[in-house]
């Protein structure tokens, strides 16, 4: 399984972005799939999940409100709506599939290479 993120970019807090994971060779350990977030100097944090067969959603405290995960069936592609933009959101968001519907990042066997937001004040 190949999954690739895009549409990070530099923004201005308060604006809009949309990340996309295109997922490629789909296996019964790929039920879920998942974004997760690094900003410098720290770990990876949990930011929404979503599951492919009923597209039940999960999303941090942080994000909940703002941010919206979805799939798209036809194309393997999982977005993420980031809505209102704060400058904590800055990080490399990593999208990654896995087995179960889980926040924890060990539980995801598939990662893409990661795309940078960037939001400015």
């Known amino acids: 399984v190949q999954l690739q993120a895009f549409g990070g970019g530099s923004v201005q807090a308060g604006v809009s972005l949309r990340l996309s994971c295109v997922a490629c060779?789909?296996?019964?350990?790929?039920?879920?799939m998942a974004w997760f977030r690094q900003a410098p100097g720290k770990e990876h944090n949990f930011v929404a999940a979503?599951?492919?067969?009923?597209?039940?959603?999960y999303y941090a405290e942080s994000v909940k409100g703002r941010f919206s995960i979805s799939m798209d069936y036809a194309k393997n592609t999982v977005h993420l709506q980031m809505n209102s933009l704060k400058v904590e959101d800055t990080a490399v968001y990593y999208c990654?599939?896995?087995?179960?519907?889980?926040?924890?990042?060990?539980?995801?066997?598939?990662w893409g290479q990661g795309t940078q937001v960037t939001v400015s004040s």
């Open positions: 990654a599939a896995g087995p179960s519907f889980e926040t924890d990042l060990r539980t995801y066997e598939y």
């Open positions: 060779g789909w296996n019964t350990h790929t039920s879920s």
């Open positions: 979503i599951r492919w067969r009923d597209r039940k959603t």
